[in-house]
């Protein structure tokens, strides 16, 4: 089955630096979506990607999704104590639902 | 607009005990599903409804798990009997009908069976 995979696991940043993760899927995706976990939440919905090699940005955040539709990235520009949590990618494969990856854990030390 | 919500938020049991979780979504949102969430993993579908049929339930233990979805409207999720690695957060998302939408979370319920 489709699996998705999300490097790195956890990632420390002192607060200012940049930060990015990186969401694989083992097979080509329709589409994908990126939610935000914060400690104690519930997932929240940030964007979705459609396009192969499309780029979107929010404020500080910016979602790219590959070429070939396997991969995705999030980068976040000076990262601020409130972007502390987790973040998921989900990738949805043609007639599947949506699978979530395991989710990286971002700390920013203040 | 309203979000998802979800009862009860914490639920501590003693396993082969029995539970239910009740979740209302958005009004509106004919996509429901339900997610269970094991501490330090990603959200893992249980079972995905379109208005009260039922869409996918491929990854749902069905010889303990059981939802419904009676009236299109609100869902319920019953684990019976309960073992210890159902201990979880059990949420619910609701979405608008169609692959191009984001999910609605729900503020979950923390199962704990001991």
């Known amino acids: 089955g489709q699996q998705v995979m999300q490097i790195p696991q956890y990632q420390h940043v002192q607060e200012g630096e940049d930060f990015t993760t990186y969401c694989n899927s083992s097979t080509t995706l329709s589409n994908i979506q990126w939610y935000k976990q914060r400690p104690g939440g519930h997932p929240v919905f940030l964007i979705q990607?459609?396009?192969?090699?499309e780029v979107k940005k929010q404020k500080r955040l910016t979602f790219q999704f590959g070429e070939a539709k396997k991969n995705s990235s999030l980068h976040i520009t000076a990262t601020q104590t409130t972007d502390v949590g987790t973040y998921f990618c989900?990738?949805?494969?043609?007639?599947?639902?949506?699978?979530f990856g395991p989710g990286t854990r971002l700390s920013v030390l203040p | 607009e309203a979000g998802v919500a979800q009862s009860p938020r914490y639920k501590i049991i003693e396993k082969r005990q029995s539970v239910a979780f009740w979740c209302n979504p958005i009004?509106?949102?004919?996509?429901l599903y339900w997610y269970q969430q094991i501490l330090g993993q990603g959200p893992k579908l249980l079972i995905q409804f379109q208005n009260n049929g039922v869409v996918d339930d491929s990854q749902l233990p069905k010889d303990r798990f059981s939802a419904e979805r009676l009236k299109g409207v609100d869902s319920t999720l019953k684990i019976q009997p309960a073992k210890l690695e159902d201990s979880a957060v059990y949420l619910c998302a609701s979405s608008l009908e169609g692959v191009n939408y984001g999910y609605t979370f729900g503020s979950g319920t923390r199962l704990t069976v001991v």
């Open positions: 009004s509106g949102h004919a996509t």
């Open positions: 990607l459609v396009k192969s090699g």
């Open positions: 989900a990738g949805h494969n043609y007639g599947q639902n949506f699978v």
